[in-house]
């Protein structure tokens, strides 16, 4: 059971090489499933019973499902869709000497810049273009290896291995083709999304590395592909809301995006996408504001967003006892700062219902005396106040383009959210 969840997620991650194509992965998973989709721009006509979804900037969805009985709670889990990579700027190509075309990027997030070098890279992402008199977005992605960050030998770099502070406008441009290559980026792009490329006026594409997910350890106890965090979250969180009952909550699948740049957009947990259609449900449901607001203090939100695991060689970098480990199950964050917004409250929900699952959990905490991250648990709490608990799936590599989870985490975390639903 465990290694049919890692390799049914490692297909969503090689369907999933951007934000767009994650969502759009879901969004054609819920139309499978029997989903309604809503758009914000349309009236909603919302029936007790009905299962329906809504997508923001095609980068944001939120799904969600309305019991046939009176039910006055939302049941909520949020992750994220977006991971640090980098975003191809406008007028990408630079020529250098007549001999090479490179690719003009810089950084979107917080990523180990180290781990994108010499290995084959591709462009994904979406394209706004002309069509029939209208503008029109569509999904590309040059589904081959396409580019490479080169990294100089060391004959050339020999402090190298003793620390090297990367210039992102220097040397992580990556190589796009020989000097003869030149203008031929849209032209490629173009023909990936099957437009012409005279009729593209807009671009969001990013790199996405092409090595290939496995399954690999002693007794094929490890996962590492790109994209883990957070896709592993929130493909865990699609499973479990789909198979939960969903019978005694208002049952929220929400997936925000650019969690990893701060969340400050329309798309991200500091706007109102999550509150605008909590609001929405609730007034298709014929109730008053007064009702929404009995229902927010009785609902309960899950902030799914993975989490780091003690190293194997820096164990001196985790908390002298919460130190979570990979297929230890899901992980409790903890910060007096309230970094995250778990509290004794939701802390305990939350492990009563790994109890109720038969599933192991763990927790962490940040050293004292190092400053950890945060995520998108406590900044969506400011626009929807309800209980919440901010928890993960251990992984090591962070940020890396490459990261390594246990096969066993999905499983664990996609059956204490179906009990959540249930």
Same mark, same amino acid.
Request: aromatic share 12%; glycine share 6%; charged share 25%.
């Given at each position: 059971m465990y290694e049919?969840?890692?390799?049914?997620?490692?297909?969503?991650?090689?369907?999933?090489?951007?934000?767009?194509?994650?969502?759009?992965?879901?969004?054609?998973?819920?139309?499978?499933?029997?989903?309604?989709?809503?758009?914000?721009?349309?009236?909603?006509?919302?029936?007790?019973?009905?299962?329906?979804?809504?997508?923001?900037?095609?980068?944001?969805?939120?799904?969600?499902?309305?019991?046939?009985?009176?039910?006055?709670k939302f049941h909520i889990t949020a992750s994220h869709s977006d991971s640090p990579t980098f975003k191809i700027k406008e007028n990408p190509e630079i020529k250098v000497q007549d001999a090479y075309v490179k690719l003009n990027v810089e950084g979107y997030g917080g990523m180990i810049m180290s781990s994108w070098f010499d290995r084959p890279l591709s462009v994904a992402g979406r394209l706004v273009v002309r069509e029939n008199g209208e503008l029109v977005e569509k999904l590309v992605n040059v589904d081959r290896d396409f580019v490479m960050i080169p990294s100089l030998a060391i004959h050339m770099n020999r402090e190298v291995n003793d620390g090297y502070k990367f210039n992102p406008q220097k040397d992580l441009l990556p190589l796009f083709g020989c000097g003869?290559? +030149? =203008?031929?980026? &849209?032209?490629?792009?173009?023909?990936?999304?099957?437009?012409?490329?005279? !009729?593209? /006026?807009?671009?969001?594409?990013?790199l996405y590395s092409?090595? +290939? =997910?496995?399954? &690999?350890?002693?007794?094929?106890?490890?996962?590492?592909?790109?994209?883990? !965090?957070? /896709?592993?979250?929130?493909?865990?969180?699609?499973?479990?809301f789909l198979n939960g009952r969903k019978e005694v909550s208002i049952a929220v699948h929400c997936v925000l995006d650019n969690e990893e740049v701060g969340s400050g957009t329309k798309q991200g947990a500091a706007a109102a996408f999550l509150r605008d259609t909590l609001l929405r449900i609730n007034t298709g449901l014929g109730r008053s504001y007064e009702e929404?607001?009995?229902?927010?203090?009785?609902?309960?939100?899950?902030?799914?967003?993975?989490?780091?695991?003690?190293?194997?060689?820096?164990?001196?970098?985790?908390?002298?006892?919460?130190?979570?480990?990979?297929?230890?199950?899901?992980?409790?964050?903890?910060?007096?700062?309230?970094?995250?917004?778990?509290?004794?409250?939701?802390?305990?929900?939350?492990?009563?219902?790994?109890?109720?699952?038969?599933?192991?959990y763990q927790t962490y905490a940040n050293r004292s005396d190092i400053a950890g991250g945060s995520t998108l648990g406590n900044i969506s709490n400011s626009?929807?106040?309800?209980?919440?608990?901010?928890?993960?799936?251990?992984q090591l590599s962070m940020h890396s383009s490459y990261e390594t989870c246990g096969v066993k985490d999905t499983w664990y975390l996609s059956k204490v959210l179906e009990e959540f639903y249930a």
């Open positions: 049919e969840t890692a390799l049914d997620l490692l297909s969503y991650l090689k369907e999933s090489p951007t934000a767009f194509h994650a969502v759009n992965a879901m969004r054609e998973r819920f139309l499978k499933e029997g989903f309604t989709e809503l758009r914000e721009q349309e009236r909603w006509f919302l029936q007790k019973g009905g299962r329906y979804f809504v997508t923001r900037n095609n980068s944001a969805l939120i799904a969600f499902s309305i019991p046939h009985t009176d039910v006055w003869t290559d +030149e =203008g031929k980026f &849209w032209t490629l792009i173009a023909r990936s999304a099957g437009v012409k490329e005279a !009729d593209i /006026l807009g671009h969001d594409l990013f092409r090595c +290939e =997910g496995s399954i &690999w350890g002693a007794e094929k106890e490890f996962l590492s592909a790109g994209r883990l !965090d957070d /896709l592993q979250c929130a493909y865990a969180s699609m499973e479990g929404y607001l009995m229902t927010i203090a009785g609902s309960f939100m899950i902030s799914a967003d993975n989490a780091q695991a003690m190293h194997p060689n820096y164990t001196e970098k985790a908390d002298p006892v919460n130190r979570p480990v990979l297929n230890g199950g899901s992980v409790i964050k903890f910060s007096a700062n309230q970094k995250y917004c778990t509290d004794a409250v939701s802390s305990a929900y939350f492990k009563n219902l790994c109890e109720k699952a038969e599933v192991p626009q929807v106040a309800v209980n919440m608990v901010d928890i993960g799936l251990p």
